[in-house]
């Protein structure tokens, strides 16, 4: 991104519900959901990867097989998790309250 | 699948946040109808006998479904998720229109130059608090935003992702299927002015515009973000349609002016006082003989307990605080109160006139409406509710 670019908020403004009684489970589905979204992103980059490299005649699956990851690029990857861990704890400091008899949150 | 948006202010996403928007949009697919069936088995088959047991009579109202189907662990994961993939449905594509943002204003600036529709925003106007003070569906930052057409841009890019097609390409099928459904029920009716109240984006005003072409087509919202990204967006689209930045509870135009009077999944974000006194101006500014017709989520009069309940959901958890109270409401009582005459109220139900083929769409629209689990909610087997009343001819 762009630092230059305008900023966006995210977050929509106050509390989310917890639907469950158990401090947390909420916050663990936002977790499973943001993962299988990024799995999801995955397989499609790979899937395109490989449809392209096919398209091009270029044997990529075996060449991934015996690749030699370079220290450049472990570090490059080591940024990429970490944006993705902070994606995956997005919730832990928003605020949760229990729905109420209402079912208001 | 989300449809790709075909106008030209349309997001440049990249390739993995279009891969999480087509995965978001397939989750709420999911959740719309696996796991919404799944959720109804769950009530019919544990819930509700249970809690009749515990009444010992039938179910009578939603909030009876509701505060026992809180308690299942169905709903706590249906609600988890897809309270979780509302979110994931802005942020999805707020990167892409962070990067498209620095353009838009230019982009907006080079349509408003070609085409025949047109942008009036007052600056002084009042942003009444169920807009300017709540982040409504989730949207971060609201629809509020002033300052570029940001809030617009979200809307517009976010709702193609939530609708999950269901709303058709140019996510116009509302408009389409309200506009298509006047033109076909009412062949001599032929309005030379519309206008489109609560408009957002526009994508529904547009419509109108398409279904018919001869007539000047207007669309109010209070919001200057979403007008000035309705006006580049159906000047994109080739279709003349003149904004205004106006509250649809004190419009700023003469007493019997316009033709048609239309709302699209408006009225169920208004206060009880503003739906009345906007059905007061909207009597006022149409002319006699002229057409109020507002498509929205169905009565809950028209529904059983827990279709009632399910429809509801977004009251609760998503941030529209007006929805059931709307749905409360009897939509003839509302329009009389409006200065309809009660004999002229009309309500109706239609299939989507994008995905309907012509014969099957004329026979639903000549049809008495009919109501079920699934009228007026996203699913496979979607039908729009709509409701008006014409006014009295001198």
New interface residues.
Partial sequence: ??SA??????????R??A??AEDG??QL??MV??L??EL??LR??VF?IEAVADRHGLPLKAEVETYAISEAERAKLEGMRVTMMGQLFRTLNRDHRP?D????? | MPFELSHELKAAHE??SL??Q???SS?RGYILNDMAAGMKARFEDEVEPALVRSLGRAVQSQDEV??AM?KDTY???Y???R???Q??V??AV??G???A??DLSRQIDRLSSHGGGSLSLNPDLDIPENVAG??VH?????YANTE?A?AGA?YDNGLAVFSAGFMGPNLDDIGLSMSNYVKRRFPDFHPARILDCGCTVGHNAAAWAQTFPDAEVHGIDVSASVLRYAHGRAQSLGLPVHYHQMDATDLAFEDASFDVIFTSMFLHELSLKDIKAFFVEAHRVLRPGGLLINMELPPNQELEPYDQFYLDWDC??N?EPFYRAFRDQNPEDLIVAGGFARSDYFRFTVPQFSFTDEDAFIAAVNAPPSFDGETGRLSASLNWFGFGGWKAKI
Avoid at chain 1, 5 to 14: C, I, K, N, S, T
Avoid at chain 1, 101 to 105: F, N, Y
Avoid at chain 2, 138 to 142: D, I, K, T
């Fill in positions: 991104m762009d670019a305008p900023r966006l908020p995210v977050d929509a403004e106050g989310r519900p639907f469950f489970v909420d589905v936002t959901l943001e299988a979204t999801w992103v499609e980059r395109v729905v008899a209402d079912g208001k949150a | 390739r993995d891969a999480r087509d995965f978001v989750l509701h505060a809180r709903f706590k994961f609600s988890s998720v309270y979780n993939a979110e994931m802005w942020r707020i990167p229109v962070e990067a943002l620095p709540l982040d989730l949207m971060p930052g609201g570029t940001a979200v609760y958890y941030k």
